[in-house]
């Protein structure tokens, strides 16, 4: 009775959450393996840009290498795949820590920093880090890359999905998919028990204003390079399942692109929300393929514009999306949804929400 | 002995692009604190600019002034229409929005003129000249000599014209010079105009070396970075001083220590070391920050 009750009045954004889950979890079923392997990309670079958002949006830091850390988590599971033949579900974790470590490390020299030399450093990190790969070579092999086999999925996960399907054979795409989507769930669970507890309210106090949040006792340095450490494990939880999902690491898996990509998601998606970075996921993935798509499919744009737009296009969507949302929407695409959703409640409900006496959600600024 | 001798003319002319880059890096962060990530894709889409006008059969000395007066209309534009809206803006913000033009200016070039790299026609005889039983081609040589025109000029505009000393004051108080009638936003884009001219000196002088596409200068930018790092982000002559420094040290560690491909570590290596070791760098001043 009491459950039910509660249920009722759960505020929105949990039956948002509940739709979103059951999305994650019956889309296998509906869609072809190949689509799976998309969708698997979406929920990593969730995960990775869950991890940014932990550092940019709540602590107040940047980074521009998010993606020289993700091929630090992702050649920690290549070899260990490839040359200790370890487990490669037990090398996610091993992959995710040891990339955490990396993070701390840098957030100690981040914590003498300003906002604008970090950008700098951790831009160049990113700019250095395919050469750095290079090196050592007996270990990395250079640039052909390492191979990773694609696993196959368990016994009674392939029963459970043929039973679901009707006899759909699960493929390793669609297996992965679903190793990629509990260690999502789990990953954001943490961050939200993360955020919305003591170590998060920390982080925002220390991000909005540092002098005041030391006064008050919190251990600034402590929080700034425990969110670089966090935000690191994320991204190398995410590079391990980026290079067991494709199958392959090389130095050029991991360019300066890729840390630009992860940025843009964070930003359009929004930053310090929760949202976000699903949202921001979904878009860094899928909008240079839909933008390319769009204009190889309108008649009226010439061929010759057309295939140039297949290369360069991404980038120009990327850099004018970026411009665009950070002068007309700095609080990305989960702000937008807000306001217009507190546009619309105020039309409905006329000004002010007296019914729970709850304020507006502060409008977070980057 | 030759070789070191060699090795260092050489390092002192990639030292002149970095210390060009690094200059207008400085102009940018003195006018309104910031680091401007897109400097090394504007130089790159001037020197395309320079390189139509070349191709078309525009003289090369002719062309050269043209790309620059058009470099610093493209920076003044920029400046009003991109960075304006965010000029208040955190920093987190515009350092973003600086990234995303440099996506957009490297996205636009690939779109215009493609990925393929192309051979930039160089107005120096790659003929070599015999110093103290070093040689030293022509090409180094008058990279330098440009390299350093250019500096001794934004000298000269910065301290003995009205504008610089507008632009200087600009930077320095703003308030203060609103009151006294500088046209203190103007001032911006002005210097953004500056920076870009600048800039695209540094691209014009590399092109020949490198090939020019649209990623020529992503490496570049980093060696720029590490330059005003090292000579301290507000300090001109700290930029020079800084280029000239990073640009033997590369190319002696890319000779006898690190080997090729691990030169772009060391520049990572310095800019590391100095913000760890020395955040003012060599010129700069220290910061204090009211609490």
Known sequence: ?366 | MAEFIQQVVSGLASGGVFASLALALVLIYNAMGLVNFAQGEMAMFATFIAFTLITRGVNFWFAFPLTLAAAFVGGLVIERVVIRPVERAPVLTLVIVTLGLATLINGAAGFLYGYVPRSFPSPFSTQTVNILGAFASYQDLSVIAVSAIVLVAIYLLLQRTTLGLSLRAAAFHPEASRLLGVRVSWMLAVGWGLASAVGAVSGIMVAPVLLLEPNMMQTIIIYAFAAAVLGGIESPLGAVVGGLIVGVTVNLAGAYVVGGNLELAVALAIIVAVLVIRPHGLFGRPSARNV
């Open chain 1, 1 to 366: 009775m009491q459950t039910m009750q509660r249920l009722r009045s759960a505020p929105p954004r949990y039956w948002l959450v509940l739709v979103a889950v059951v999305f994650f979890v019956g889309l296998p079923t509906v869609t072809t393996s190949f689509q799976s392997s998309e969708w698997t990309q979406v929920l990593i670079f969730a995960i990775v840009i869950m991890g940014l958002n932990i550092l940019v949006g709540y602590s107040g830091q940047i980074s521009l290498g998010h993606g020289a850390l993700m091929a630090v988590g992702a050649y920690t599971t290549a070899i260990l795949i490839s040359r200790y033949q370890v487990n490669y579900l037990l090398t996610i974790p091993v992959a995710g820590l040891l990339t955490g470590l990396v993070g701390f490390l840098l957030g100690i020299p981040a914590l003498r920093l300003s906002a604008l030399y970090l950008a700098l450093a951790t831009f160049a990190l990113a700019v250095v880090t395919p050469s750095l790969i290079k090196r050592p070579v007996a270990l990395t092999h250079g640039v052909d890359g390492i191979l990773i086999a694609s696993p196959d999925p368990p016994r009674l996960a392939s029963d459970t999905f043929a039973a679901i399907t009707g006899g759909t054979v699960m493929t390793s795409d669609q297996w992965l998919y679903y190793v990629c989507l509990v260690i999502a769930l789990v990953l954001f669970w943490l961050a939200w028990n993360l955020i919305r507890h003591r170590p998060g309210r920390a982080m925002r106090a220390l991000r909005d204003r540092e002098v005041a949040a030391a006064a008050y006792g919190i251990n600034v340095a402590g929080y700034k390079t425990m969110a670089f450490g966090i935000s690191a494990f994320y991204a190398g939880v995410g590079g391990a399942l980026y290079g067991i999902t494709i199958g392959f690491v090389s130095p050029d898996t991991f360019p300066l692109a890729l840390s630009f990509q992860l940025l843009v998601g964070a930003v359009i998606g929004g930053l310090a929300s929760f949202a976000g970075p699903l949202l921001g996921g979904v878009f860094s993935f899928w909008l240079p393929i839909a933008s390319s798509q769009f204009v190889s499919s309108q008649p009226w744009i010439p061929a010759g514009i057309a295939s140039g737009f297949q290369k360069a296009g991404p980038a120009v969507t990327y850099g004018a999306l970026l411009i665009l949302i950070m002068i007309f929407a700095p609080n990305g695409v989960v702000g937008l949804i807000y306001a217009g959703y507190a546009r619309l409640r105020t039309r409905l409900r006329g000004a002010g929400d007296r019914e729970t006496g709850q304020m507006p959600p502060d409008p977070q600024t980057v």
